[in-house]
């Protein structure tokens, strides 16, 4: 580790936050000017190496708080990158641990003025630490700290329990509890908490409350964290009763962090033009339209299937596109392209099959000749109003809703009469979607209800895709069934 001279004086840590938008997860740089500590990276370190450039600070501690389960870790690459220091809980089987520091409860790490101090916080994983950061100098404890809580302690809730198993869902939330109110009972309340999930992520127990860009304290989640209002009896009961689904991606992250992931590299692609797009389609490949929902509800390529490129691209094509699946994008142009790679990496979905651009696919496909299937479909777009009108309107067949949230999105509130299918799920219940006729489907703000319309249109069903905010239903003439009511 290196040290610090003595003459070198600085009152507070400087703080670097990069959000992993789309995945609700966090890592941090934590810098004393000189150097600095990075907890919980993603996969690509050029981020983490720019900003240490952009600070003029080495990088020489980097930190994991545990295996994870929802994203492919950087951390050893950043470390190889720079000759940093990798740390990881003890106990955790990795097959690089001539490489990393493991540590335990207690243990502390010196680096410049920096001291890491290692807590154990079982719960979300076995093995969980969290780290407080402060300067070694600090005795009084008074001075600027921070500590990284991972999984653990988040804003306004804590990180969830049942990822491991349904076996070890409640003894894991009986110790989330004990290690959450250890630090909230022995940390200063003026000690700023920097979680990594709770963001929008599915590793939250519960979504979490509040304005998602402020940074919390010990002190404000003494007064609001349900684990510190809360009974260990009534959190571990509360926990059992509000169950997030798990993506299905989930269960080949830690088996791939365990092995020490490299960091990603994006080579040349193979270019698709129609034929090769069609012969994707034959090889029963998966073709992922990159476009903005409602340009490929203007026009589409049946049997693709609409991803559209953005925050919340990652978490779902890991969740709806097979594993073992060979995948192809196609998107307006190269720029689309690359960053989708950058995307999807994080969760090692680094190799395709091909790739094609609209430009291309599309000017060829676009013009049918008389008596020819159309090689490109296309469906409407609406809003809720557009929906209440055709529901009320007098004489008319009630329009069939389908509602592709997620389970817990649908006892908050929900159209009475229309039908549950969770887009996760809407594959392998495909059976349940009627043929004939229209077909109306909404999420809570557009895209999931984009993927399944894109779905359905494949599948020869004729959807009618409502692209509007849940909160606007709610202001229409629409039967809606709130919980409690």
Request: charged share 20%; proline share 6%.
């Amino acid at each position: 580790m290196s040290t610090a001279t003595a003459t070198r004086k600085v009152d507070s840590l400087v703080t670097t936050v990069f959000d992993a938008s789309g995945l609700g997860d966090r890592s941090y740089m934590l810098s004393d000017g000189a150097v600095g500590v990075v907890v919980d990276p993603q996969r690509d370190p050029s981020p983490y190496l720019a900003e240490a450039r952009n600070l003029g600070i080495s990088i020489t501690v980097v930190l994991e708080t545990h295996i994870h389960n929802d994203y492919v870790s950087g951390g050893l690459a950043l470390a190889r990158a720079t000759g940093a220091s990798y740390a990881i809980p003890a106990g955790e089987p990795v097959s690089f641990s001539e490489e990393a520091l493991a540590l335990d409860d207690g243990d502390t790490m010196l680096t410049g003025l920096l001291k890491v101090t290692a807590v154990a916080t079982a719960g979300h994983t076995d093995h969980h630490l969290a780290y407080c950061v402060s300067f070694a100098a600090d005795d009084s404890g008074t001075g600027d700290q921070v500590v990284c809580t991972g999984g653990s302690l988040l804003a306004n809730a804590t990180g969830r329990t049942d990822l491991l198993g349904p076996a070890l869902a409640e003894p894991l939330a009986r110790s989330q509890w004990r290690s959450v109110r250890l630090l909230l009972t022995t940390l200063p309340k003026h000690t700023r908490i920097l979680p990594t999930h709770g963001f929008g992520s599915f590793c939250s127990a519960t979504p979490s409350l509040g304005e998602l860009t402020a940074v919390s304290t010990i002190g404000h989640e003494l007064e609001h964290n349900p684990a510190a209002l809360l009974d260990e009896d009534e959190f571990v009961a509360m926990l059992g009763s509000e169950t997030m689904p798990i993506p299905s991606y989930y269960r080949h992250m830690a088996p791939l962090n365990r092995r020490g992931p490299i960091a990603p590299s994006f080579g040349p692609v193979r270019r698709l033009g129609v034929d090769g797009l069609g012969k994707a389609f034959s090889d029963d490949k998966w073709v992922v339209d990159l476009r903005q929902r409602r340009m490929f509800a203007a026009g589409h390529v049946p049997g693709t299937v609409n991803l559209e490129l953005g925050a919340n691209l990652t978490t779902y094509l890991g969740w709806m596109v097979p594993w073992e699946s060979d995948l192809v994008l196609l998107g307006n142009d190269d720029d689309e392209i690359t960053e989708a790679r950058r995307l999807i990496a994080r969760i090692g979905r680094d190799d395709l099959s091909g790739a094609a651009l609209w430009s291309a696919v599309g000017s060829t496909l676009d013009g049918t000749q008389p008596g020819d299937d159309p090689p490109l479909r296309n469906y409407p777009v609406v809003s809720f109003a557009d929906l209440a009108q055709a529901w009320c309107k007098s004489g008319a067949p009630r329009p069939l809703v389908l509602d592709v949230r997620h389970r817990h999105e649908w006892k908050l509130g929900h159209i009475n009469g229309a039908h549950l299918l969770p887009l996760t799920e809407l594959a392998e219940r495909r059976q349940e979607v009627p043929t004939a006729g229209q077909v109306w489907v909404h999420c809570g703000a557009g895209f999931r209800a984009a993927v399944a319309a894109s779905l359905l249109s494949g599948w020869g069903v004729s959807p009618v895709f409502v692209d509007d905010l849940w909160e606007n239903a709610t202001k229409t003439d629409l039967p809606i069934v709130t919980a409690g009511s």
